[in-house]
């Protein structure tokens, strides 16, 4: 006799956690998960596969952080998504040691990166996220495709914002752009004048990819930032303690106002320039002025804001002011490389949730210790966000310095008990931290 099987009503499946974007930071929390069966999950992102950053992939380009800071090592040295673990199927572990290289190159932690992406099954590539609703106690994504998932956790990993000057949104196009594109724009260098605004790592390797090009020079390179001077990264030990989770614990503990200082003051440890470009750069710069008659010229041009970008025949006319004299100057360039850096944002897809979220002034939302943003919907629906803790994390956040701590902690918060050993009850410096109690007495002055 034959039977009829009754289908569930809605046969699709409802996701523990659901990530949007993969970035490392979203693929480091997709491989953790990996290891748990207790977790249901699905990463999505706009791309065909995976890649980082590829408009800035210069050949030699070096991470600033170290490779075992890679997607699983700090919490889980097992795992078989590890840079060891790449090394060694790749059979380049001894060839790897033997370099005792200083740091991994971008180009190989993004063939690393990659790698792991390939051996996860819980990814899905072409999926651009549209929009997020809550509806019958769950969230649910409709991706441009169609496509709707459903989920009761969500992680948003899109990434930062390329940041563009004010002054210079009128003229972006084929000779003025944001750095990020860099290597995927068809730039015509030769006999040019190029100004690279910003004194940060990526204004650094641009500048040295130019002065180095193998196709014709361009007749000058200024290098402008508003620093008073162009920085290496702060290094050592009593440094990277600062990456590390007792510094974020101590750091949680402290009052607004003295959270942004703490930003400021600890900027140089994660925002300076790599020490071997700076090396790498200086000695051509004093190559091209001491010791040949190469054409192109460089000008470096530190302590300058640029506040204003007009047309001037073919090129442009910049005016910037001195940020020690306060004089005002002026440059000419053909071509305007905006190396002005990137800001956390909130993606499009949220707008629908964003009367329910609770923003900073900076209308990003406020983070909880465990990365959930505050918002006023059902507590069992939990949304974290990547790269959007610089005020409640501090400097750390935009980095990959913690970023398995961090994709350890919300898989703990997924699944409500610790998953993840994450305990630290040895640390190496006494950070400065305020107990709560004092917090609530405070008066914080606006
Ligand atoms: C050139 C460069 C070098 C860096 N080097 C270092 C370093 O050496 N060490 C270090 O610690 N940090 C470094 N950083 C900082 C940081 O580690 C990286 O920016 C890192 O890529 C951040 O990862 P992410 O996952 O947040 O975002 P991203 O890498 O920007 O990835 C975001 C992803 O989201 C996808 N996406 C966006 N919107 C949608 C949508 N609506 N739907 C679906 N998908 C979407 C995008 O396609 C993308 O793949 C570097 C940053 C840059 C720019």
């Known amino acids: 006799m034959s039977q ?3 289908m569930p009503k809605n046969t699709q499946p409802v996701y523990d956690l659901i990530g949007l974007g993969i970035g490392p930071f979203n693929l480091s929390v997709a491989a953790l998960a990996q290891s748990s069966s207790r977790i249901r999950t699905a990463f999505f992102d706009s791309k065909s596969e995976f890649s980082w950053h590829q408009g800035l992939m210069f050949s030699r380009s070096v991470l600033q952080t170290s490779f075992l800071k890679d997607l699983v090592t700090a919490v889980q040295p097992t795992s078989a998504y590890s840079f060891m673990a790449f090394l060694v199927e790749k059979k380049r572990f001894y060839d790897f040691l033997a370099g005792r290289f200083t740091g991994v190159t971008r180009v190989e932690f993004n063939e690393y ?10 990814l899905h ?21 169609g496509r709707v998932e459903h989920t009761h956790n969500l992680v948003i990993g899109t990434g930062m914002k390329p940041f563009i000057p004010q002054w210079a949104t009128a003229y972006l196009g084929e000779n003025c752009f944001h750095a990020s594109s860099y290597l995927n724009k068809a730039r015509q260098i030769k006999n040019k004048r190029i100004a690279v605004i910003g004194g940060g790592q990526t204004g650094a390797e641009i500048v040295l990819d130019l002065l180095t090009s193998k196709q014709a020079a361009p007749l000058e390179v200024q290098w402008i930032s508003n620093l008073p001077r162009f920085s290496p990264l702060e290094e050592g030990g009593f440094v990277d303690q600062v ?21 400021v003051n600890q900027k140089l440890a994660s925002d300076g320039l790599t020490p071997s470009t700076v090396d790498e750069l200086y000695a051509e710069i004093y190559r091209r002025k001491h010791l040949c008659a190469d054409p192109c010229t460089i000008t470096l041009l530190p302590g300058r804001d640029v506040k204003a970008m007009e047309q001037q025949g073919t090129g442009y006319r910049l005016t910037s002011n001195s940020t020690i004299s306060g004089q005002t100057e002026t440059q000419q360039a053909d071509l305007v490389i905006l190396a002005t850096g990137a800001k956390p944002a909130l993606p499009e ?4 949730l964003l009367p329910r979220l609770s923003l900073d002034e900076n209308g990003l939302p406020e983070l909880d210790a465990s990365y959930r943003l505050q918002w006023d919907g059902p507590r069992n629906l939990q949304i974290f966000g990547l790269n959007l803790g610089l005020s409640s994390h501090g400097i750390v956040d935009p980095q990959m310095s913690l970023m398995t701590w961090r994709s350890a902690t919300i898989l703990n918060a997924v699944v409500g008990e610790p998953l993840f050993d994450l305990e630290e ?13 004092e917090i609530l007495n405070q008066v914080i002055p606006a």
């Open 425 to 437: 009850d040895n640390e190496l410096i006494d950070w400065p931290s305020v107990p709560r109690a």
């Open 4 to 6: 009829i099987v009754k």
């Open 125 to 145: 590539w072409n999926h651009t996220a549209q929009e997020i609703s809550v509806k019958d106690n769950r969230l649910s994504v409709a991706f441009e495709d």
């Open 243 to 263: 990456f590390t989770p007792a510094y974020v614990q101590s750091y949680q503990t402290l009052p607004k106002q003295s959270q942004r200082q703490e930003v």
């Open 113 to 122: 990166l990659a790698w792991a992406a390939g051996k996860m099954n819980n």
């Open 349 to 352: 897809f949220m707008t629908p």
